[in-house]
């Protein structure tokens, strides 16, 4: 019986076309992909008939935290900016990376014609101890295994 060899995640590792070295982040908190469905409803010889179908495919999505750092927030301030201004340079090719403690890849995959659509900073107190957040979410067209 063969054992399954699950992933470890010590780090994730984001890098674009054009970046000089990737972006690594301690958490991952989502990565979704989606494809809705529609019901269809009809008369058939032997009565009324309900199917589920292929609907609309949403854009696949990763969201990623890591603690705040002016290089790290300005690489991916000036990305998200060229989103908000539709400009077609935000669009580019994105490898995502999971690393285990050791480095080592464990997993990854190519985001196709990804952009930086959020980018939230967490809540903070001035005066505190506590490290500020940042969490971004990159949408993609497509997801291909690397």
Known sequence: MATSQYVSAARFVITCEGWAVGLGFSEMVGFSSVVDFQEYSYNGRI?????KQFGRA?????????????????????????????????KVPAAFVIMDAAGETT?????????????????????????VMM????????????
């Not at 890591?66 to 908000?84: C, E, K, T, Y």
């Not at 993609?140 to 690397?146: G, K, P, R, T």
């Open 47 to 51: 009565g009324n008939i309900h199917t």
């Open 58 to 90: 949403k854009p696949p999505s990763v969201t990623l935290k890591r603690a705040l750092d002016a290089p790290g927030f300005g690489q991916l301030f000036a990305w998200h900016s060229l989103a908000r201004i539709n400009s077609p340079l935000a």
């Open 107 to 131: 997993a990854s995959c190519i985001l196709e014609n990804a952009w930086c659509a959020k980018l939230e900073l967490d809540a903070a107190t001035a005066g505190s101890s506590s490290i």
């Open 135 to 146: 969490r971004t979410t990159i949408e993609c067209d497509s997801v291909l295994l690397a």
